[in-house]
């Protein structure tokens, strides 16, 4: 499961950034996921869960942000938000959730059709902050 493998990741991100300390020494996670990853939220929680174990409560430490894609024409300028792509259909965000960069196969700028634009936003996943129980910042 690609969310499983987040999962982990962003555990062993943690973890190395949060160096000397423990992982019960988190108070506070925050995760930006971007719209185009198409992410089960609901899968990376309960594969956070597992992982750590029942000794952490993972819905209190871990905060959720989805970052909204948005489009840039180079053709017209013109800018977009994955909204306004209502006509993708399940398979097509499936394929985009996996690769978004593939998002210019099922995606063309709404002002003039070209293919030729930027993924200005909503991209990838990051961790924006930690916070630890002492107060420390990373």
């Known amino acids: 499961m690609h969310e499983w493998a987040l ?8 973890k190395k ?13 925050v995760v930006g996921f971007g719209e185009l990853q198409n992410i089960d939220i ?18 209190e430490i871990f905060k959720i942000e ?3 894609a948005s489009f840039k ?6 800018s977009w938000s994955l909204a306004e792509c209502e006509y993708l259909d399940e398979d097509e ?3 985009i959730h996996f690769l ?9 700028c709404p002002g ?3 293919r030729d634009f930027e993924v200005i936003s909503g991209r990838g996943v990051v961790i924006k902050d930690i916070a630890l129980r002492d107060g420390g910042e990373t």
């Open 93 to 95: 965000r499936e394929a």
């Open 17 to 29: 950034n949060i160096r000397d300390k423990s992982i019960n020494d988190v108070k506070r996670v």
């Open 42 to 59: 609901e899968i990376f929680r309960f594969g956070l869960a597992n992982i750590l174990g029942s000794n952490l409560n993972v819905e």
């Open 112 to 114: 003039c059709g070209s």
């Open 66 to 68: 989805i970052d909204k």
């Open 7 to 14: 999962a982990e990741a962003v555990i062993e991100s943690v």
């Open 100 to 108: 978004p960069e593939a998002s210019r196969v099922y995606i063309s």
């Open 73 to 78: 024409c180079n053709h017209c300028d013109y």
